[in-house]
């Protein structure tokens, strides 16, 4: 089976942006649905950070996203598995009271995942794993010690990682508890990179000037040959002349 895999679709940035949102939404529409369709994909894993503001939601971004880009998920049989983000979160200290929750969990194909959760399919396991805080770091890293699958994908902050086209984090988790796995996919840093059996993503679209050259789009995962592969998006918003 092949897993659609995106990450930080932060519908709503940059202060509701009309002009962000209709091209964030029209990518969706134009590019990954019909991927999914022509490729006969019919599960998506969303790696956090589903909209941009922790705090309040703006009606007209609502109302978007859940006419297309939920709504669509649904009516395609899509199965749609999310792992809370630092931005889903309304308290920094808990992910008890999140966006997603609140806003989507109506939808039958909506499978919000807030605490470490492990799905099966082809005989492979992989662990999905939200956003560590102070609430639940003791459980998460516990998971992490005990799991059994090779593949975990998840929503980390880890120090020494690309948070931007050659910077690098500093503070946050370390990386100890993960070497141990086969492969790590990461959402939560924008910039796409690799290091050691980490990857981080990517977001699938620019979002701000320092997107400009960085390689955009989202990932297919393959539970049979566990082979990860990126379609790229070429069409981009900010350019260096």
């Given at each position: 089976m092949k897993i659609a895999i995106i990450n930080d679709t932060h519908f709503g940035v940059r202060n509701d942006s009309s002009f962000f949102l209709e091209r964030f939404l029209t990518y969706f529409e134009e590019k990954f649905?019909?991927?999914l369709i022509e490729n006969k994909i019919t599960t998506v894993f969303h790696l956090g950070d589903l909209l941009d503001r922790r705090k309040y939601v703006n009606i007209h971004t609502?109302?978007?996203?859940?006419?297309?880009?939920?709504?669509p998920l649904s009516e395609m049989g899509i199965d749609f598995h999310m792992v809370i983000g630092n931005h889903d979160?309304?308290?920094?200290?808990?992910?008890e009271i999140n966006s997603a929750s609140e806003l989507f969990s109506d939808y039958d194909n909506f499978n919000l995942h807030e605490t470490p959760f492990v799905f099966e399919h082809?005989?492979?396991c992989?662990?999905?794993v939200p956003w560590v805080c102070r609430e639940n770091e003791e459980k998460i890293l516990e998971f992490l010690e005990n799991c059994s699958c090779p593949i975990v994908m998840g929503h980390f902050e880890l120090s020494g990682y690309q948070v931007l086209s050659g910077v690098n984090f500093k503070g946050?988790?370390?990386d100890a508890s993960l070497k141990r796995f086969e492969m790590v996919l990461s959402g939560h840093f924008h910039s796409r990179s690799?290091?050691?059996n980490v990857h981080y993503l990517g977001t699938q679209y620019?979002?701000?000037?320092?997107?400009a050259d960085c390689q955009k789009g989202f990932s297919v995962f393959d539970t049979k040959t566990r082979n990860l592969e990126f379609i790229e998006n070429k069409d981009g918003i900010f350019y260096v002349l």
């Open positions: 649905f019909p991927y609502l109302n978007q996203v859940k006419k297309r880009f939920i709504e979160m309304y308290f920094r200290n808990t992910n082809d005989g492979l992989i662990g999905l946050g988790m370390s690799q290091k050691n620019d979002m701000t000037f320092a997107d």
